[in-house]
T-cell receptor, first 113, second 119 residues
Framework: GEDVEQSLFLSVREGDSSVINCTYT??????LYWYKQEPGAGLQLLTY?????DMKQDQRLTVLLNKKDKHLSLRIADTQTGDSAIYFC?????????????FGQGTTLQVKP | GAVVSQHPSWVICKSGTSVKIECRSL??????MFWYRQFPKQSLMLMAT???????TYEQGVEKDKFLINHASLTLSTLTVTSAHPEDSSFYIC????WGSGAVGYEQYFGPGTRLTVT
């Protein structure tokens, strides 16, 4: 079945790196995404990775994918107070081609000055 | 970039009344839109897939008679919460699929959400 899990809370100091982890169960997922949600707002796509890739870097963001362990992580370098938000990982399935996303529970990132 | 709007951004209604929430894709056509529900500090729960010109596809456990979805045009989907009760209070988020963009051939854009409070 489809299940995506994340740790619920992470607290870091400004300037440190943050690593947010996600595990999923369905190995047929095609793309894996990271979304950011600020309080009272919708979701903003941060980055995504194709399931046959191991790593993707985009400025301060690094996504690592361990397909064998079905583990996805998002590393934010030089974390800033503006990075405080809820981060969701999500997976999609090309085979279904419906655009449907399965979300994790979200990780609340707290950045202390 | 593509923009999806929702209206209203927040609404308070009395128990037993119906509330309509609109989701619009402002600068692209969307044959497929999604409606999600989010409880405080919880994930997004997909309620239904809204397809232009046809009936919505509801996820298991979602009452289709309670949450009416109409996707009458390529830029507008509406969610009507009928006979609302306090347990329907939640944050409702829509998204719209834009085909022909993104690495997978489509990209999903999210609206800002609508906060519904039923008293």
């Amino acid at each position: 079945g489809e299940d995506v899990e994340q740790s619920l809370f992470l607290s870091v100091r400004e300037g440190d790196s943050s690593v947010i982890n996600c595990t999923y169960t369905d190995s047929s997922s095609t793309y894996l995404y990271w979304y950011k949600q600020e309080p009272g707002a919708g979701l903003q796509l941060l980055t995504y990775i194709f399931s046959n890739m191991d790593m993707k870097q985009d400025q301060r963001l690094t996504v690592l994918l361990n397909k064998k362990d079905k583990h996805l992580s998002l590393r934010i370098a030089d974390t800033q107070t503006g990075d405080s938000a809820i981060y969701f990982c999500a997976e999609s399935f090309m085979a279904s081609n419906t655009g449907k996303l399965i979300f994790g529970q979200g990780t609340t990132l707290q950045v202390k000055p | 970039g593509a923009v999806v709007s929702q209206h209203p951004s927040w609404v308070i209604c009395k128990s037993g009344t119906s509330v309509k929430i609109e989701c619009r894709s402002l600068d692209f056509q969307a044959t497929t839109m999604f409606w999600y529900r989010q409880f405080p500090k919880q994930s997004l729960m997909l309620m239904a897939t809204s397809n232009e010109g046809s009936k919505a596809t509801y996820e298991q456990g979602v009452e289709k008679d309670k949450f009416l979805i109409n996707h009458a045009s390529l830029t507008l989907s509406t969610l009507t919460v009928t006979s609302a009760h306090p347990e329907d209070s939640s944050f409702y988020i829509c998204s719209a699929l834009r085909w022909g963009s993104g690495a997978v051939g489509y990209e999903q854009y999210f609206g800002p959400g609508t906060r519904l409070t039923v008293t």
